[in-house]
């Protein structure tokens, strides 16, 4: 049998975590399955879309962390969004290595730069691609369940806080 300890497990029943693929999520249960006669202990993680078993052994590694605090949230992340936006690199295989880089860390300050960045990029330039619009789209569905489950609001008004931060950045231009 794996005998992993309470005490050595990095989460708990109830912990809200963020896997870099999956999303935000909650650990719901703790179970014990055995595969090829091997006893593996995982945390059961229920995210908006899916369920999904993350081993205990491998839940202190970088693809996974705790949520972002709502001070953090409302110190940070907003003060990201407000920031002047950088102008992104011409070339889209740099923008397309941001974009990977970004996604792959699951940080949720880059992930607000580059949902301020991008949006920004849109503005001036009048769109941008195919590929950066689908990216787009994550990261902000990224940082809006990130910030809604964190503060404890509804995803519709952080898409609406969100929103009017960035238009300030598109009122500057005109």
Same mark, same amino acid.
């Given at each position: 049998?794996?005998?992993?300890?309470?005490?050595?497990?990095?989460?708990?029943?109830?912990?809200?975590?963020?896997?870099?693929?999956?999303?935000?999520?909650?650990?719901?249960?703790?179970?014990?399955?055995?595969?090829?006669?091997?006893?593996?202990?995982?945390?059961?993680?229920?995210?908006?879309?899916?369920?999904? +078993?993350?081993?205990?052994?491998?839940?202190?590694?970088?693809?996974?962390?705790?949520?972002?605090?709502?001070?953090?949230?409302?110190?940070?992340?907003?003060?990201?969004?407000?920031?002047?936006?950088?102008?992104?690199?011409?070339?889209?295989?740099?923008?397309?290595?941001?974009?990977?880089?970004?996604?792959?860390?699951?940080?949720?300050?880059?992930?607000?730069?580059?949902?301020?960045?991008?949006?920004?990029?849109?503005?001036?330039?009048?769109?941008?691609?195919?590929?950066?619009?689908?990216?787009?789209?994550?990261?902000?569905?990224?940082?809006?369940?990130? +910030?809604?489950?964190?503060?404890?609001?509804?995803?519709?008004?952080?898409?609406?806080? /969100?929103?009017?931060?960035?238009?300030?950045?598109?009122?500057? /231009?005109?």
């Amino acid at each position: 049998m794996n005998a992993i300890k309470e005490t050595e497990m990095p989460y708990s029943i109830g912990d809200k975590i963020v896997h870099a693929y999956y999303g935000v999520g909650q650990i719901i249960d703790i179970e014990e399955k055995i595969l090829n006669d091997n006893a593996t202990t995982y945390f059961v993680v229920e995210t908006r879309n899916s369920t999904f +078993w993350l081993p205990v052994e491998k839940a202190d590694n970088e693809r996974i962390r705790p949520i972002t605090s709502s001070e953090t949230i409302e110190k940070n992340v907003v003060e990201t969004l407000e920031a002047d936006p950088q102008v992104m690199a011409s070339h889209y295989k740099t923008r397309k290595k941001r974009i990977k880089d970004v996604r792959q860390s699951g940080e949720i300050v880059p992930i607000a730069r580059l949902v301020r960045d991008l949006t920004y990029r849109q503005f001036t330039k009048g769109n941008i691609t195919d590929v950066e619009n689908r990216n787009l789209e994550k990261l902000r569905n990224r940082l809006v369940s990130e +910030w809604a489950r964190s503060v404890g609001t509804t995803r519709r008004e952080v898409r609406k806080k /969100i929103r009017k931060i960035l238009q300030q950045h598109r009122k500057e /231009i005109a």
